[in-house]
């Protein structure tokens, strides 16, 4: 299951890729928002984090207008490694090198196909391990200092 979140300015990508990942056959947690109504992206960059720090969901997406406020809110929560990606060349490696759980975009920035092309390099990319995992675990390691 992947969550998924935006504030107003990522609303209607958000649920153009809920739409897209649901007619794929992937199972998706709506975290919000619900509306174009103005509202607070790090109360829902939060909770879709918060599902995949606490194994609801195995990864998450969050969009705001530029994908920088809620990837920095997401990035909060213990657990989660958010990349803010526009071109699915970034999604790739930071799933391959970083072994991202959430993936940002910005609605502002680029549309549905790109979004798409992202979202689906993301999704189907797996971690390389090895080198990546000691740099991983040396990056997870800074939330304990």
Same mark, same amino acid.
């Given at each position: 299951?992947?969550?998924? +979140?935006?504030?107003?300015?990522?609303? *209607?990508?958000?649920?153009? &890729?809920?739409?897209?990942? !649901?007619?794929? $056959? =992937? /199972?998706?947690?709506?975290?919000?928002?619900?509306?174009?109504?103005?509202?607070?992206?790090?109360?829902?960059?939060?909770?879709? +984090?918060?599902?995949?720090?606490?194994? *609801?969901?195995?990864?998450? &997406?969050?969009?705001?207008? !530029?994908?920088? $406020? =809620? /990837?920095?809110?997401?990035?909060?929560?213990?657990?989660?490694?958010?990349?803010?990606?526009?071109?699915?060349?970034?999604?790739?490696?930071?799933?391959?090198?970083?072994?991202?759980?959430?993936?940002?975009?910005?609605?502002?920035?680029?549309?549905?196909?790109?979004?798409?092309?992202?979202?689906?390099?993301?999704?189907?990319?797996?971690?390389?391990?090895?080198?990546?995992?000691?740099?991983?675990?040396?990056?997870?390691?800074?939330?304990?200092?």
């Amino acid at each position: 299951m992947v969550s998924i +979140a935006s504030d107003h300015g990522g609303y *209607r990508l958000k649920e153009h &890729i809920k739409a897209y990942l !649901t007619a794929k $056959g =992937i /199972s998706v947690l709506d975290c919000g928002c619900d509306s174009l109504d103005s509202c607070d992206y790090p109360i829902f960059g939060k909770a879709a +984090a918060q599902a995949v720090a606490d194994g *609801r969901c195995e990864k998450g &997406i969050v969009i705001c207008t !530029t994908g920088i $406020g =809620i /990837s920095i809110s997401a990035n909060k929560v213990k657990g989660i490694r958010c990349a803010l990606c526009s071109e699915p060349l970034s999604a790739e490696m930071t799933r391959r090198h970083n072994d991202a759980n959430m993936l940002a975009m910005g609605a502002g920035m680029i549309g549905p196909n790109m979004a798409e092309r992202i979202v689906d390099t993301f999704l189907s990319t797996e971690f390389e391990g090895g080198r990546h995992a000691r740099r991983v675990g040396l990056m997870m390691d800074i939330e304990k200092e």
